[in-house]
């Protein structure tokens, strides 16, 4: 896995995606965001990868798309950028394993709205997050999409309507952050979440996230249609059936099942 903007690893159950380019703050670039489009599909199909993180080098998680690269262009390099970018998103939602972000420094504008994206994160006390674009006279739209839906309408007007960037803990309190940790406890935290989470059934955690991004916009009665058939699915599967032997049984559980 060679790549020119960002580094891709996969080591003890966890596949580890690093934006790199720490000169630019980690600007999502256009070709980066073909790398970590194509990396997550790499990752993803790995069966030793029960969950992924995604960071970022040097000094900020990411500062948004690269503003040299966006100017003097013509309308079909942006409807490309933007719709790569959407890609990038959506994939995150889509592959089986959960995608925890590890965000420390600046999370801004696409940086913030890819931070929303991810299924889980955790951030340095440090960090700070923000939809910028009205700085530099672009309404943060594309951001918006999954940061409306982890924050609720309110919160996510006033960060797109006012361009401030809000501290790790209030983005904790808002509900964009699970876990909110001191710098130097960063690695050591966003590891734990991944492992506690590569401990279960990767079959499991993969048919129930794809059931959560499903449901979670339905109204409820849709909802519970489609989740009592994913539970009772689940409950047919090897590893449902190894799970609850196993608990009866007082033993650790042996999963068979893998990530599809």
């Not at 993803?44 to 900020?60: L, R, W, Y």
């Not at 049984?249 to 990530?259: E, F, H, I, N």
Request: proline share 4%; glycine share 8%; hydrophobic share 45%.
């Amino acid at each position: 896995m060679s790549y020119q903007h960002i580094e891709v690893r996969v080591e003890n159950a966890i596949g580890r995606i690093t934006l790199s380019r720490p000169d630019r703050f980690n600007a999502l670039s256009l070709e980066l965001l073909h790398e970590v489009i194509d990396a997550l599909g790499v990752v993803s199909s790995d069966p030793a990868a029960k969950a992924i993180v995604i960071e970022g080098a040097g000094k900020a998680f990411s500062v948004g798309h690269d503003l040299n690269e966006m100017i003097d262009r013509d309308r079909s390099f942006f409807d490309e950028l933007f719709t790569t970018c959407t890609v990038m998103m959506e994939k995150i939602q889509a592959i089986p394993q959960p995608v925890i972000a590890k965000v420390h420094g600046m999370a801004a504008a696409a940086g913030c709205q890819l931070v929303a994206a991810c299924d889980l994160v955790v951030a340095s006390a440090d960090s700070r997050f923000g939809t910028t674009g009205l700085k530099v006279g672009l309404f943060c739209s594309t951001p918006m999409v999954p940061l409306s839906r982890a924050i609720g309408r309110k919160r996510a007007l006033e960060m797109l309507l006012t361009g401030d960037t809000i501290t790790a803990q209030k983005a904790a309190d808002w509900g964009l952050v699970n876990r909110v940790v001191a710098p130097d406890q960063l690695e050591a935290a966003t590891i734990e979440l991944a492992d506690q989470i590569a401990h279960y059934s990767p079959e499991v955690v993969g048919l129930g996230k794809a059931a959560f991004y499903r449901q979670v916009e339905m109204p409820q009665a849709a909802a519970y249609d489609l989740t009592k058939d994913v539970i009772a699915g689940n409950a047919t599967i090897a590893d449902g059936q190894e799970g609850m032997k196993a608990f009866l049984d007082k033993r650790q559980p042996v999963w068979t099942g893998s990530v599809d």
